[in-house]
């Protein structure tokens, strides 16, 4: 399994179809919900997955969220395989990349409400009152170093 970490700018168009495609499977089709996926931030973040075989099996992304306070946000957190532990090292590879290549003393998630306990694990607590995204609940949370 390899770790890649790129900003769009260096993303080949398979990488960049590959990315949305495994996005899409996820967010849109798996979790029956229509939304607009292609959000213009994907050109601005940091894109973290993890592939094998030419497959991405998991991924997440990284954006500036508050340059002056150096807080970054993670989001599109996600595992192709389940039971598998790549939700948790490709959240590991995604904090570590937040803090190594955009100096991120904060990282705030918007997570989707069943899930608080796996990023609990990481360290991120609530930092707000949940609400409904796209028709998820949705909590926001915070970890700071």
Request: aromatic content about 12%; glycine content about 6%.
């Amino acid at each position: 399994m390899e770790l890649v970490i790129k900003r769009f700018d260096r993303l080949t168009p398979r990488e960049v179809y590959e990315i949305l495609k495994v996005r899409t499977a996820v967010f849109v089709v798996e979790q029956e919900c229509p939304y607009q996926e292609v959000d213009g931030t994907d050109y601005d973040s940091l894109h973290v997955w993890l592939e094998e075989n030419d497959n991405i099996v998991a991924y997440l992304r990284v954006f500036e969220k508050d340059k002056e306070k150096n807080m970054v946000q993670i989001g599109r957190v996600l595992s192709a395989r389940r039971g598998e532990g790549l939700g948790a090292k490709i959240l590991e590879h995604g904090i570590e990349a937040a803090r190594l290549e955009l100096n991120a003393e904060s990282i705030f998630i918007e997570a989707q409400t069943y899930a608080l306990p796996f990023y609990e694990k990481f360290g991120f607590k609530a930092c707000g009152e949940e609400f409904l995204e796209d028709g998820i609940p949705h909590t926001p949370m915070m970890l700071e170093f």
